[in-house]
């Protein structure tokens, strides 16, 4: 590619951005680092354009992606971090749902998130497939699978919100026992319960159907055998991850656990907004223009980007 040729440069950035998603998962499992530069440096590029500097830094990340192996075989640990990774967001939104109801001394009430996690991995397995039958090419790409994640995770934040200000209003120890004097069933029965519900419905949902896949472009090139341990030992962690949020949010004063939990529902929020917003990006659903003197923090979903920014600092004011 002559990076004087504009037409020819502008082709290029089109093509890479569309094939991106294609790859992606790939990249992903066996080059974490590598990953994170591609996701990091793509909005740049799709801002940028055709400038000779810009053409440099795409053929730079095209010939680190073209040093890969791609034949060579996924093994347990391939597995297991695939499902731990997509796994660990989704259960930390659950089990801080989980966590308000202990503190809220309401155990009965949690079968609603873990009912909305149930649906939302069925849900996931039922949209896994149907791209896959109906939309093999784009299922494949993973464009559908993008586009899914980012409207989904949006959606998610904007119930976050709404759940993180329930959960905050209980956060001082006045505002417990006011909360605790209008009869905790009650108050969660009329309405709570039903967003609870559909957060953790959510949750899944915007992880599942990716990771399933995931795993569908790693069945080639792994044994059935690794497959399932993987998953297993995923499992396994996410469990003890799980059961450890859990015993540390029993031992914390009740107000003190709400705080606790609606930062945490919050900082996840902040982090799903970046990543939704990235992903619509990377599928020119929305526009880009890139803020290039800003680093890029993909681990706490921040790209430098005006459309990016404008809705994180409202996120934020809200």
């Given amino acids: 590619l002559e990076s004087g040729d504009n037409d020819s440069a502008s082709s290029t950035i089109g093509t890479f951005i569309q094939q991106w998603p294609i790859f992606e998962g790939d990249v992903q499992t066996r080059d974490g680092a590598l990953y994170a530069r591609v996701e990091s440096e793509l909005p740049v590029i799709m801002s940028k354009g ?25 093994g347990i640990i391939d597995a297991m971090l695939v499902l731990l990774r997509e796994g660990v967001e989704a259960l930390l939104v659950v089990m801080a749902l989980i966590a308000a109801l202990n503190a809220a001394r309401q155990p009965r009430a949690k079968r609603w998130v873990y009912g909305g996690a149930a649906l939302g991995l ?29 409207a989904v995770g949006i959606v998610a934040v904007i119930m976050m919100l709404f759940i993180g200000a329930w959960l905050h209003s209980k956060s001082s120890i006045e505002g417990w026992k ?25 949750a899944v949902f915007r992880e599942g159907a990716e990771t399933i896949l ?29 059961v450890l ?15 606790v939990m609606t930062w945490l529902i919050y900082a996840l929020g902040f982090k799903i907004l970046g990543v939704s917003i990235h992903a619509l990006q990377l599928t020119q659903i929305l526009p880009i223009h890139a803020v290039s003197a800003l680093p890029s923090l993909p681990n706490i979903g921040f ?10 600092a409202l996120y934020l004011a809200l």
């Fill in 122 to 150: 069925v849900a996931s397995i039922i949209g896994a497939i149907a791209l896959q039958r109906l939309f093999p090419s784009l299922a494949a790409a993973g464009t559908n699978r993008e586009i899914l994640e980012g």
């Fill in 245 to 259: 949020m859990n015993q540390s949010s029993l031992r914390l004063p009740m107000h003190l656990m709400f705080k």
């Fill in 303 to 312: 790209y430098p980007n005006w459309e990016s920014i404008a809705a994180q």
């Fill in 214 to 242: 995931f795993y569908v472009g790693m069945l080639p090139q792994i044994t059935t055998g690794d497959l399932l341990a993987g998953i297993g030992l995923a499992v396994a962690l996410l469990v003890v991850i799980g």
């Fill in 50 to 74: 055709s400038e000779p500097a810009n053409i440099a830094r795409l053929q730079t990340l095209v010939s680190d992606l073209k040093a890969i192996d791609i034949s060579a075989s996924y």
């Fill in 178 to 202: 006011k909360f605790v004097d209008k009869q905790v069933a009650q108050a969660l029965a009329t309405g709570s319960l039903a967003s609870m519900m559909f957060l953790s419905f959510l």
